[in-house]
């Protein structure tokens, strides 16, 4: 006897001889109507076998019932499995075990339940416990591309694959214990293809003693083949993963991780059972940054492909808290199930670094340029002009008017050695720490002024980062001079670095001595001008470099008497930006 039931109770299939036996089993009917047939059913529920495997809370079920037909009585063990867990279809399959029906015809209704396994679409089996075939139905022969006859009597363990016959024993001695299971045997068919074939078996009994099984028997050749190639494809993805010197970790759609790469362990600092089941956000992106990534992350969540086309320069974070920027490539993979994204990263700590630099000496070439082309150019001229002056006031014998022309002279090779030895040194790093930067300066000031008072408030900087300019020091050098030989015969200086944003940082410099000339203040930083006879040049070159940084500098107000204020501001940089 044969039922198709699905989630909801609704019979979708019912053998023939079951038909015959009750009039109400007919497609589209509810399965408690069948059960609510008063003197049929007298003991067991078929429907309490069936509902927990419709709602996935077991494999296979059994139930044993007994009917009562007019005068004949019959008992059934049923077995119950699922077809379809995705749609809840679940077979039953009811074997007679006691008594015997008379039909009108005379003949055991019995014989007629064998034949109705010929109308399975899946393959049906019973063999004795010494692993004998009973019974086979035309799908299993055909799964095994033998007929009937070369079947009955043969054991099992002749179609079977040497490497699985110890588990089709084990199996079997389960049946003996009365103990049903699902499995997976290789067979080999007439013309020696191998199929997998998925068995669902249950013990059978007469006169209450277990003496046989049956089973239903599923091909799923094609989807261990679907599946071994899934493990072959899994391992070489692996390998490549494995062997990548890019950091790889798969995620699940909660972000959670799933494969933690070795190069990501040495990326990261973090083990593979650190990593595992750990939300990847959580882990290795800084607290500030996790609302923004998860955004970006969200599409692919979704499932969206296109959410992780291009590569994003990432600041992420070690076990140990230090911090590099990194390029992190995403990829997603959907399935009817489940959603994995794939994150490949690198550290391209040193690429930015280099990359500044480069940009960084760039902008100071333009700018040596520059200078070149205007200052040092006009600058030649003069001393060329100065030269022809001087042989006329050396015939004239004025020698007043030639010690003011090497005074001019000497000024101007000042000048224009000053930007050659600022323009000579090499470039440093892409970024510096601008705590090191200031006590580096402080350190020169005071070796090379000794009576200078140098007051120094920088403790709000210690962990910013500024350009490593070769340049900016000498910024920071040529105001402090300036207030040494501007000052009083006692000058003091104050330089005080503070945060003004996260990506701002000020540098004051202040002195105590009688501050700038009003005649000039307007055009301070302009070429050439200054209060000194021995020209101009530091302000406006200190102004040029600070903007070919990204920064500024300026002078702030101050009431007459009280000293100059100089401000430099400067861009923050992040480690690897």
């Known amino acids: 006897m044969m039922l198709v039931v699905s989630r909801g109770g609704d019979l979708g299939f019912v053998s023939e001889p079951l038909a015959k036996l009750i009039r109400r089993a007919r497609r589209g009917r509810s399965l408690k109507t069948l059960e609510d047939i008063d003197g049929i059913w007298e003991s067991g529920s078929l429907g309490e076998a069936i509902r927990p495997i419709a709602d996935g809370e077991s494999d296979v079920g059994h139930v044993q019932t007994t009917l009562h037909l007019g005068k004949s009585r019959l008992g059934l063990a049923w077995s119950v499995w699922a077809i379809d867990r995705e749609s809840g279809l679940v077979a039953a399959v009811g074997v007679p075990k006691t008594g015997t029906i008379v039909g009108p015809d005379g003949r055991p209704v019995y014989v007629d339940f064998l034949k109705e396994m010929e109308h399975l679409p899946i393959g049906f089996l019973i063999a004795d416990f010494e692993e004998h075939i009973l019974y086979a139905n035309s799908t299993f022969c055909k799964m095994v591309e033998r007929d009937l006859e070369e079947l009955i009597g043969r054991p099992l363990t002749e179609f079977v694959l040497p490497e699985d016959r110890t588990l089709l024993h084990e199996q079997t001695a389960l049946r003996k214990k009365g103990r049903s299971s699902t499995y997976t045997l290789r067979v080999r068919t007439r013309q020696g293809t191998i199929r997998h074939l998925e068995i669902h078996a249950v013990p059978r009994a007469t006169d209450e003693t277990l003496s046989f099984a049956s089973a239903a028997v599923i091909d799923v050749t094609d989807r261990e083949r679907v599946t071994a190639e899934l493990r072959r494809e899994r391992m070489r993805l692996m390998a490549i993963a494995i062997a990548s010197s890019d950091a790889i970790a798969i995620v699940d759609a909660s972000l959670r991780i799933q494969f933690w790469s070795s190069a990501a362990e040495r990326l990261f600092g973090y083990s593979v059972d650190d990593a595992s089941g750990k939300s990847i956000v959580e882990l290795v992106v800084p607290t500030e940054s996790r609302g923004e990534i998860r955004r970006l992350l969200a599409p692919l969540i979704r499932g969206n492909q296109a959410g992780g086309k291009q590569p994003r320069e990432i600041e992420l974070m070690r076990k140990d808290g230090s911090r590099f920027l990194a390029e992190v490539s995403t990829g997603v993979a959907v399935s009817d199930t489940e959603v994995s994204i794939v994150f490949v990263c690198r550290d391209v700590t040193e690429k930015k670094m280099a990359q500044l630099e480069r940009e960084q000496a760039h902008r100071e070439l333009k700018l040596y340029a520059s200078v070149l082309r205007h200052d040092l150019t006009n600058d030649i001229a003069l001393l060329l002009s100065n030269l022809d002056l001087g042989r006329q006031l050396i015939a004239r ?32 790093k892409g970024i510096k720490n601008l705590l090191d930067l200031v006590c580096d300066v402080v350190r020169w000031a005071r070796s090379t002024y000794p009576g200078l008072v140098l007051r120094v408030n920088v403790s709000e900087v210690k962990d910013v980062m500024v350009a490593g300019s070769s ?35 000020y540098i004051d410099v202040e002195d105590n001595g009688p501050g700038v000339d009003p005649s000039i203040r307007d055009r301070l930083f302009a070429r050439g001008v200054s ?39 400067l861009p923050v940089l992040r480690p690897g930006y």
């Open 397 to 428: 014998g004025d020698i007043a008017a030639i010690e003011e022309l090497i005074n001019t002279c000497d000024t101007v090779l000042e000048r224009s050695l000053e930007v050659i030895k600022a323009f000579g040194k090499p470039s440093e």
């Open 471 to 505: 340049l900016l020091p000498m910024v920071l050098q040529n105001l402090i001079r300036n207030s040494v030989m501007h000052g009083t015969s006692r000058p003091e200086v104050t330089v005080t670095a503070r945060l003004e944003s996260n990506d701002v940082v």
């Open 531 to 569: 209060t000194r006879s021995s020209g101009g040049f530091g302000l406006y070159l200190s102004r040029e470099i600070l903007r070919s940084l990204g920064g500024d500098l300026e002078l702030i107000d101050t009431a007459p008497g009280e000293g100059a204020h100089f401000r430099i501001t």
